[in-house]
């Protein structure tokens, strides 16, 4: 078992694609989690994630901030509290549209080859 503040683990820039955000990658295969990775995305205001699919699920949980959730059609407010499921290969893109830090929890499965 391991037991940390969240604040001990680096906040590194997001994926090059992703705009004035930084990610926490809080737990990961190198602590010893065999099946999924869980990240905790902190995104300024104007700040998103590019619209995009990939063939791996999504399971996010909203902590603090508003937003919005857009999968090339329409768009979902987002807000504290909210859960979100992305499916596989489903078109998805964050989005803070407020003046305050949008939070959110994402879990991820590692790909098995």
């Not at 037991?3 to 737990?27: G, H, M, P, S």
């Not at 990240?39 to 590019?50: A, I, K, T």
């Not at 996010?60 to 407010?77: I, R, T």
């Amino acid at each position: 078992m391991k037991v940390f503040n969240y604040k001990t683990v680096r906040a590194e820039k997001a994926d090059c694609c992703v705009e004035k955000t930084q990610v926490r990658w809080l737990i990961t295969k190198e602590m010893g989690a065999e099946n999924f990775a869980m990240r905790l995305f902190e995104m300024e205001p104007g700040g998103c994630s590019p619209l995009h699919e990939h063939p791996w699920e999504h399971e996010v949980f909203v902590l603090e901030g508003e937003g919005l959730v857009f999968d090339g059609e329409k768009a979902v407010p987002l807000q504290n509290g909210d859960v979100i499921f992305v499916k596989s290969n489903e078109r998805h893109q964050f989005k803070n549209n407020s003046e305050k830090p949008l939070k959110f929890l994402c879990l991820i499965p590692y790909i098995k080859e």
